[in-house]
């Protein structure tokens, strides 16, 4: 009899190429996703070594963090330079680096171009049972599909370059269970959201997540990505969904997914990857689908989560003491006060878009909220960013561009946009925005500004009422 | 990687706890393409208190900081490393460090020496006036006043380090293994690489 296995264990074991006997492993990496911001300083290690990329055929490079979100090039098809010189040398560096070193690159102005977490899976270079990695933390979301995703420093994407493999030593293994289904109203968004508010913002930390229950089984590709993308804000190397009829529908006919006999190969080999009954995880969390409501952060932490319905905690109510003087500061940053219900809160910025929120059905639930509506009067700016441009194209197709449009939001080209201040898409300092990104950090989303966390529906609803509204009334 | 065997000269006596990354380098800094040129932005805001002990004269050309408890905590960026190598900063002694900091400093040749506070603050004297050495072979810092304070250090970062090994040739050392590993996938999964779009 063979011994029963998690889902991790299997894709790890499949991986070691080396075991040394201090329990770490050099692990083989079969996909390497690289962005201009955590890569230039690599490729010149590589170049001052004289080394090669080892496998440059597994891997994939495309421009996502500093690009600016609007138009690539003018009417006339010619470039448009992008105002600040750091970026744009970031963004030469990557361009010159993928075809020094026979990289694959996905550039701004192809159509195919977007966020790194977006076309990993868009473009069947993701696939169930591989270990991926980039530099970039939110690669957890890849786990959606079944990969062992993780990010990585500079230092390391170096290392793959080089090497396909790194050295790792191997994480203990959670279980997040989730009993029931999700309400009406209710998006995958709110359920990590939920869920990192009840394990916390370092309850993962050390562990591989796999996420299980019917509501994932139920649960499309893109609200998985969602899911797993938070893996990290509850301080988890990565997250994990086995893969499933529903993957392997999403990932069929993918530009670079495997064909013909390739893919009936692949599918055999992915129906294996399930974790076995009996396997043992080092822990298990469960929690019950029917708690969630739709969910918003109030602090600047992601763990700073309550039900749209709720009031701003007060921080004496915390038990633990330095979570109390981190509630204070979260306050006073965030410009809150004890007791407010959150329905009261203004906002004047709404931003959609990031690697967690920006897909199709994304678009598709906040263009139901805004169908027929316009943003208030007191929210000044409000931008959809969508994750690539093939999600763009597809979202034009079916006409949603017009309905964000006539609701008073700007249509953008595809990139990080406003979920980490690093462009130009910023939020004013002291201002407010409700965004469907993935970090409430002090400053994230530029200097100052004071971030709400929460789904695509909700945040179409923030920008029709003007403040943090339970979207469940408008769509009731 | 260049060998590190020892490191000798003046001293920076900063002493400061709990310096994050955001105090060794600001997030504007994270726009470069290059791990050179850091050095003038790190420490940007404790240098911009007149008489900080970065812009004392008395420490110019120092090689080793000398720092409070955890070192190098907040995020994972390997800028912090950087930037401390670039302003000619060899080793750093403090109580404790944060762990990604001590896995970046390491990745980097840099030195980062735990101590007991005791032997911190009688370095963070010696260094206002006088050199300190750090010799890897015998894990220790010594002054020129006879003390001698011993140090540990995790065995194969030694190793690394004394041999001016670094983790990319120790890994290309094992290039069978890959090897082996790729024509095993190559024969069970013929389907494994991504199909050329
Ligand atoms: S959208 Fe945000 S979280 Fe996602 S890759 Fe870009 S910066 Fe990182």
Redesign the pocket.
């Known amino acids: 009899m063979t011994e029963a296995k998690t889902l991790y264990e299997k894709i790890w074991d499949a991986h070691v190429v080396d075991q040394r006997d201090d329990g770490t492993a050099l692990i083989y990496i079969d996909r390497h996703l690289v962005h201009e911001v955590t890569s230039p300083q690599a490729f010149e290690g590589l170049r001052k070594a004289g080394r090669k990329v080892r496998r440059p055929d597994l891997t994939l490079a495309v421009p996502?963090?500093n690009l600016p979100t609007t138009p690539r090039v003018d009417a006339n098809g010619t470039k448009i330079p992008i105002a600040d010189p750091q970026s744009a040398a970031q963004l030469e560096a990557l361009e010159a680096n993928a075809p020094a070193f026979g990289i694959k690159y996905i550039g701004a102005s192809d159509k195919e171009q977007g966020?790194?977490?977006v076309i990993g899976p868009e473009q069947g270079f993701t696939l169930p049972g591989t270990t991926l990695v980039c530099g970039?933390s939110?690669t957890a979301a890849h786990g959606a599909l079944g990969a062992l995703a993780f990010g990585i420093g500079t230092s390391e994407v170096e290392h793959v370059l080089a090497t396909q493999t790194l050295q790792l030593s191997r994480s203990k293994s959670m279980e997040i269970r989730v009993e029931g289904l999700l309400g009406p109203g209710i998006s995958p968004k709110d359920l990590i959201l939920h869920i990192i508010g009840v394990i916390g913002a370092a309850g993962g930390t050390g562990h591989v997540v796999e996420y299980r229950g019917e509501v994932f089984e139920k649960m499309s590709i893109e609200g998985r990505l969602t899911v797993s993308n938070m893996s990290i804000e509850a301080g988890a190397r990565a997250g994990l969904i086995a893969p499933d009829e529903t993957s392997f529908a999403y990932l069929k006919g993918r530009p670079m997914a495997p064909k013909g006999a390739d893919w009936d190969a692949a599918v055999a080999y992915w129906k294996s990857l399930r974790t076995d009954d009996g396997a043992v995880f080092d822990k298990t969390v469960t929690i019950d689908a029917a708690d969630v409501a739709p969910t918003v952060t109030w602090g600047t932490s992601p763990e700073d989560v309550l039900p749209v319905t709720g009031q701003v905690p007060a921080p004496e109510s915390f038990a633990d003491p330095s979570k109390q003087d981190a509630a204070r500061k979260s306050l006073d940053y965030m410009g809150l006060s004890a007791g407010q219900p959150l329905t009261d809160v203004s906002v004047e910025n709404i931003f959609i878009g990031?690697?967690t929120n920006s897909r199709i059905e994304d678009l598709r639930a906040a263009a139901k909220v805004l169908e027929g509506r316009k943003k208030a009067d007191g929210v000044k700016w409000a931008i959809v960013v969508p994750g690539s441009g093939l999600v763009k194209a597809q979202a034009e197709a079916e006409g949603l561009d017009a309905i964000f449009k006539a609701s008073g939001f700007e249509w953008r080209e595809p990139g990080?946009s406003a979920?980490?201040g690093m462009n130009p898409d910023k939020v004013p300092s002291g201002e407010r925005c409700a965004s469907t990104?993935?970090r409430n950090f002090v400053g994230r989303q530029g200097p100052g500004a004071r971030t709400h966390l929460m789904s695509p529906a909700m945040a179409a609803a923030a920008a029709v009422a003007g403040k943090l509204t339970d979207v469940r009334e408008l769509i009731g | 990687m260049k060998p590190v065997r020892s490191v000798e000269g003046r001293a920076i006596p900063f002493g400061q706890k709990n310096v994050d990354t955001d105090v060794i380098i600001a997030a504007e800094w994270l726009k470069t393409i290059s791990r050179d040129g850091l050095g003038k932005g790190a420490f940007e805001s404790v240098r911009a208190k007149e008489g900080n002990v970065f812009d004392d004269p008395e420490y110019a050309g120092a090689s080793i900081l000398i720092a409070g408890d955890n070192f190098g905590c907040g995020s994972s960026r390997e800028h912090a490393a950087w930037a401390l190598d670039d302003m000619g900063i060899k080793a750093i002694i403090a109580p404790s460090f944060s762990d990604i900091f001590s896995s970046n400093a390491f990745k980097n040749g840099l030195l980062a020496i735990p101590l007991p506070q005791e032997a911190v603050d009688r370095l963070m004297e010696v260094a206002k006036t006088d050199p300190i050495s750090i010799d890897m072979e015998s894990m220790s810092v010594t002054t020129p006043f006879q003390d001698r304070f011993t140090f540990e250090m995790d065995p194969f970062r030694h190793q690394c380090l004394m041999d001016g090994l670094d983790e990319i040739d120790l890994t290309m050392s094992k290039s069978d293994a890959i090897e082996a590993h790729e024509a095993r996938v190559d024969s069970a999964h013929a389907w494994h690489k991504p199909a050329i779009a």
């Open positions: 996502d963090h966020i790194v977490h970039d939110h990031s690697c990080c979920c980490l990104s993935n």
